[in-house]
């Protein structure tokens, strides 16, 4: 893996049997905590935000194929590198305190992976993140508490979180 990071090949890690879920990208940090990785989108094939997941989420990863790596509309992984201060981000808890003043984030727990929160960190302590949180209307709406031990994927600056930002601004300004 970790001629992997240093080389920026893009990899799917695949979380079967735990998850029905392959994610893609580019791993910036793997230890025995965290796996932090810059995310592909498959619509728009091109590099779109983090993610953070568990690393014992990770049953196996694979690098991508000449035929996948010619999918690459616009190649700006450059664009999230060096963005992150990886040295301080070493488990969950540590990430989280590092996207403390992040605009929004979107987090999924290990009790539903089909629905996730949206929102931003109002607190945070070394057990419990509160999140003020966001609907899909882009409402800031009640706010969360969700155990660290629970959290499986933070996903942030992503265009699902920007689009969301900029719904909120729109509706504010009317």
Known sequence: MQETIKNRI???VDLA???????SGI?????????IFICFNDETKEFDGFAIIRNFEIDKYREWDEEELSEIKNNNYSEFIEKLP???MNNMFECL???ENEELIAIFTETDDDSYFVGQIKNL?????ELKLMN???DWIENEKIKIAEITYIGFRTSIEKELLNKNV????V
């Open 10 to 12: 893009p990899i799917h």
């Open 17 to 23: 049997p735990n998850r029905d879920e392959v994610y």
């Open 27 to 35: 791993c910036l940090k793997s230890n025995d905590n965290i796996f």
């Open 86 to 88: 990886l040295e301080k």
């Open 97 to 99: 305190s590092e996207l």
């Open 125 to 129: 302590t070394e057990n419990e993140a």
């Open 136 to 138: 899909e209307d882009a």
């Open 170 to 173: 729109l509706q504010h300004r």
